[in-house]
């Protein structure tokens, strides 16, 4: 999908000769709220008209290697550091004045990457779809057959966040009740799928981050409840890159500064719900969500998870499971 202020044949021809046209475009995997907000951004801050075009971060992200000898787009964002440490060649390292307001231990090595947001995982239950069974405390009580079918999660090999929740189930269970959770998961090929499934009855836990889930939640569905187990969840910061030889130049670098800039960041937190990687926006101010130092959390080794990206997701292809959806 590709949006933007001028006329399609415009954006057609902008698309196809990126270098003749100063304004920046945008890869990524988010909803349209959230982009649109940091096109509103860009507008403001930057004066670019930002064209943006959205898919899964992995096909997003095998999408810009096709496109490595001439690229077709300025920015990406968004995936996890488990996923695009996978992709680092494709992306070069910008120090954005942004960045000084950063959390510390969120800045990727070299700032190749650069934080835009924190996510966290969540369950998304629908009580309405219990029959008369608790709504799940922890993982591993999703382990019980009587889930089965009942989970719904995005595929990890497309989805940077099905990517991070089954890598850190992986980490945080044992391998018995690792593999009886997995089996009794409903896979989708698309990560909107997972709240979506629930909010419509379809599934009755989602598992995808705090930010989808809430934002049902938000909108009025009160049979809808957000659960951060009580076992520890796990937190991801959301980063945005610099594709290398960006063709928008100075204007792709002014993208990623309105992007993680102090106004674009409350913007992302109302209309999308997305943690702030900034240490001088207060959550609750804002939105309805916890603290993040009232979440249980249990760490990952993200660099751990890039580098061994292929063996997991061979082994976790392997695995039984509940079934597949698109």
């Known amino acids: 999908m590709f949006m933007k202020s001028t006329p399609l044949a415009a954006l057609l021809t902008a698309a196809l000769v990126p270098a003749a046209f100063a304004d920046p475009v945008l890869y990524t995997s988010n909803p349209v709220p959230a982009y649109e907000a940091v096109q509103a951004a860009v507008r403001e801050q930057a004066g670019a008209s930002l064209g943006v075009i959205t898919g899964g971060s992995g096909v997003l992200l095998r999408r810009v290697e096709a496109e490595a000898p001439a690229p077709q787009a300025d920015v990406f964002w968004s995936s996890s550091a488990n996923t695009l440490g996978a992709y680092e060649g494709l992306f070069e390292p910008y120090a954005s004045?942004?960045?000084e307001a950063m959390l510390p231990?969120?800045?990727?090595?070299?700032?190749l990457f650069l934080p835009a947001n924190l996510h966290v995982v969540t369950m998304l239950v629908n009580t309405d779809q219990?029959?008369?069974q608790a709504a799940p405390q922890t993982w591993a009580d999703l382990a019980d057959p009587a889930w089965n079918g009942r989970i719904i999660l995005a595929d990890p090999?497309?989805?940077?966040?099905?990517?991070t929740i089954v890598w850190g189930l992986s980490k945080l269970l044992d391998e018995a009740t690792y593999k009886?959770?997995?089996?009794?998961?409903?896979v989708s090929g698309s990560s909107s799928n997972v709240p979506r499934g629930v909010a419509m009855g379809e599934y009755t836990v989602g598992l995808t981050y705090e930010t989808n889930s809430y934002a049902y939640?938000?909108?009025g569905q009160t049979e809808l409840l957000l659960v951060y187990p009580a076992d520890g969840t796990f937190t991801s910061p959301e980063y945005a890159a610099l594709i290398r030889n960006a063709p928008a130049g100075e204007a792709a670098k002014a993208t990623i500064d309105a992007l993680l800039s102090k106004d674009a960041?409350?913007?992302l937190l109302k209309v999308a719900f997305r943690?702030?990687?900034r240490t001088d926006i207060t959550v609750a101010d804002h939105v309805g969500l916890p603290e993040i130092s009232d979440i249980r959390t249990f760490a990952l080794d993200e660099a751990e998870a890039a580098a061994n990206r292929d063996a997991f997701l061979a082994d976790w292809a392997a695995l039984p499971k509940a079934g597949d959806v698109e």
């Open 97 to 99: 004045p942004a960045l």
């Open 105 to 111: 231990e969120l800045r990727y090595p070299g700032d």
């Open 130 to 132: 219990l029959d008369g």
């Open 157 to 163: 090999a497309n989805s940077s966040t099905g990517y």
């Open 180 to 186: 009886a959770v997995v089996s009794n998961m409903v």
């Open 217 to 219: 939640i938000d909108g």
């Open 265 to 267: 960041q409350i913007a």
């Open 275 to 277: 943690r702030p990687s």
